[in-house]
């Protein structure tokens, strides 16, 4: 089954036996996560409750089978599986939900369960997982080269893929595969690539069984909420809201968020046609202060530029040549005062 985008589904499930041991925060007290696929961003909230999430994911092994790495507990009727999360487990179903326990945020991924006949096989690589955080249950990893499951987790085991980690799962019908990491942290941006059936690296190697849907669970009152995923896309997992994003593919909210609202958009225009304007100032006033330069500079030129090379007085300047008046220069014959020349009469 494959779904374009991020869906949400109103499925609530889970029985009171299992929401007996988690709880709903109140509405003032939950904390901002979303995820994101396809440009869909969808707000979820965590399963919240008071054991660990060793213990809540209840990963049921003989004694000899249990370790610190694997994170399983002592038991027999799980037969290798999950049983604490087994009421929210669907056939042939991958789900994956954060769970706030008394040691910190985790998240939580659980393939198949009891009722899916013919197993399956998934490759995830991570990217963004904490550096201080680990996979404290490590669902199918016993040790001593008697695992399927392939947990590549340092990042010098992914520098090909060029991720953090890469975890590859497989696993027989009427059982589950997966695992828990914690701490997430307080703030955090982890990022899913998905590999299912035919594309998961252990496909047919051990088993061959189809997974036929993913979702990502968030807790609601009275169930949970089944956030319905698409199998072939990256899945974004982070703190926030879906009208806020740090960085990357934040989903159709956090586009809006980045292009700014319709009032930024406005302001942003007027902006432009106040900057034009400027600009045409600017250029009108770089225009009078070139032609200001120009006439100063044609002003400077004029005092320190000399008489040409040929300059001298004209041809017929004075009578002799030499620069004197010419023969009849004198008075004019009226020359004097005019008759009336003298004091006004009243003075």
Not at 85 to 98: G, K, V
């Amino acid at each position: 089954m494959t779904r374009r985008g991020v869906l949400s589904a109103v499925g609530l499930g889970a029985a009171a036996s299992l929401f007996g041991r988690v709880a709903v925060a109140d509405s003032d007290e939950r904390s901002g996560y979303v995820v994101v696929q396809n440009g869909d961003c969808v707000p979820v909230e965590p399963l919240r409750g008071d054991e660990p999430v060793e213990e809540f994911y209840g990963y049921q092994l003989p004694e000899r089978y249990v370790s610190d790495v694997n994170g399983g507990v002592t038991g027999e009727e799980g037969g290798y599986s999950s049983v604490g999360t087994a009421e929210l487990q669907r056939d042939d179903t991958s789900i994956a939900f954060l769970y706030e326990g008394p040691e910190g945020l985790s998240l939580v991924v659980a393939h198949g369960g009891a009722d899916s006949p013919d197993g399956g096989s998934v490759t995830f690589r991570l990217s963004g997982m904490p550096e201080d955080g680990d996979w404290v249950v490590r669902d199918d990893f016993y040790g001593d080269g008697e695992n399927y499951d392939a947990w590549a987790l340092d990042p010098s085991e992914t520098a090909d893929d060029g991720v953090d980690q890469r975890i590859d799962w497989t696993w027989t019908g009427g059982r589950t595969d997966g695992g828990a990491f914690r701490p997430l942290g307080e703030t955090f941006d982890v990022t899913i690539d998905p590999a299912f059936n035919e594309a998961a690296a252990l496909f047919g190697e051990h088993y061959e069984g189809t997974v036929r849907a993913w979702e990502f669970l968030s807790a609601v009152d009275g169930g949970v909420e089944r956030v319905v995923l698409d199998l072939e896309s990256a899945l974004r997992i982070r703190t926030g809201g879906c009208g806020d994003d740090s960085g990357g593919d934040g989903g159709n909210n956090d586009r809006n968020s980045d292009d700014g609202d319709s009032g930024d958009g406005d302001d942003r225009g007027s902006d432009d046609e106040d900057d034009s304007d400027d600009d045409d100032e600017d250029d009108e006033d770089d225009s009078e202060d070139s032609e200001d330069s120009d006439d100063e500079d044609d002003e400077d030129d004029e005092k320190t530029r000399g008489p040409p090379d040929d300059a001298g007085p004209p041809d017929d300047a004075g009578a002799n040549g030499n620069g004197g008046p010419p023969d009849d220069a004198g008075p004019p014959d009226d020359a004097g005062p005019p008759d009336d020349a003298g004091p006004p009469g009243d003075e």
